[in-house]
């Protein structure tokens, strides 16, 4: 084994930063890479196996480039700086935070944080209808949404359009109160808290009122014809395959759609086919309608979010092989 000493100029005002709090990030590459890092005067030396050295070497520089960006260093890009360069396209992270779409009400920028949603965003931008497919966390209605408001404020669309099934996701909550807006609002309760953190609360009612932005369950988009309108259909897993085809055959000229949804969390009635799936299968081939899948390596929510997803496609895969090898005892 070759040991090595590399050193990387890190500065003083962005080694905090990449460290970590209380080095956490600092001591989570040592242990992935079995090195040791030592800060001295802003130089960082990396010690260890020359292969793996190299590796934190490549991780602190994509780390300090991001920093440099004026991005704040996470959790959640540490570690997906650690996988890329074990498959070696680090280069990508800088590529990928590059492509700025919008900024928040804070000032926040919104923008990919990982290769999928980067394909997600450049499908999005490039086609005219985009499914956007993948478990929680993944960034796919934030994203959409996005995207949605900066073609409006762009003048590339004239309106917003913004739809989910209005179904209860496994419980039954009975009769709500209130007029009807007042009953489908919390099953929209998502998208309004999107639109309210990148566009504003206010900004938000004035072009609801003028009619620019339409907030509604998906029942409400038959018999209508979406001309020149941005429009996201939301946990399309929800709906049904005669939901699905009534709402591809709205979109008129001018228009762009997004479809999200994660076919791992229906709550249509047991036994009922989804409509996305169907959707997915039947568009496949048609040009103008990209299909981004999306994966736990593109959950951008907290670290645990990501273990959680992670072990539940495990378990759904062991299930399914188990599955399949007591059919097969059936059959023999």
């Not at 962005?14 to 209380?22: D, I, M, R, T, Y």
């Not at 935070?97 to 980067?118: A, E, N, R, W």
């Not at 949404?145 to 004239?158: G, L, Q, R, W």
């Amino acid at each position: 084994m070759s040991l090595s000493e590399l050193n990387i100029d890190i500065p003083a005002e962005h080694e905090k930063n990449v460290f970590g709090q209380f080095d956490v990030f600092a001591k989570k590459i040592e242990r992935t890479f079995h090195v040791t890092l030592i800060s001295r005067d802003g130089i960082i030396k990396i010690l260890g196996e020359q292969s793996l050295a190299q590796k934190a070497y490549r991780v602190l520089s994509q780390l300090t480039e991001l920093s440099r960006r004026g991005n704040t260093i996470t959790e959640q890009n540490v570690n997906y700086a650690i996988s890329l360069v074990f498959e070696g396209q680090e280069e990508e992270i800088v590529e990928i935070d590059k492509d700025l779409i919008c900024h928040t009400l804070q000032g926040k920028p919104i923008k990919p944080k990982t290769l999928g949603q980067k394909k997600y965003v450049d499908a999005i931008r490039n086609g005219m209808i985009t499914f956007g497919l993948g478990p929680a966390g993944t960034g796919k209605t934030y994203l959409a949404m996005a995207m949605a408001i900066t073609a409006f404020k762009n003048n590339e669309v004239s309106r917003i359009i913004l739809t989910r099934p209005a179904i209860e996701a496994g419980e039954k909550l009975g009769f709500l109160p209130g007029d009807l807006q007042s009953k489908i609002d919390p099953y929209l309760r998502p998208l309004y808290d999107a639109l309210y953190q990148i566009m504003g609360a206010e900004s938000f009612i004035k072009n609801q009122e003028k009619g620019l932005i339409e907030v509604a369950p998906l029942a409400y988009m038959r018999g209508r014809t979406l001309d020149n309108a941005f429009i996201i259909l939301d946990e399309a897993q929800n709906t049904t395959p005669a939901q699905m085809k009534m709402f591809l055959t709205r979109i008129g000229f001018g228009s762009k759609v997004v479809i999200t949804g994660d076919s791992s969390q229906k709550d249509l009635p047991a036994g009922s086919v989804s409509g996305l799936d169907v959707a997915v299968k039947v568009v496949k081939d048609i040009e103008d309608i990209s299909i981004c899948t999306l994966t736990s390596k593109d959950v951008v929510r907290h670290p645990l979010v990501q273990r959680i997803v992670k072990a539940y496609e495990a378990y759904e895969n062991k299930s399914t092989r188990s599955g399949k090898t007591n059919a097969k005892r059936r059959k023999s």
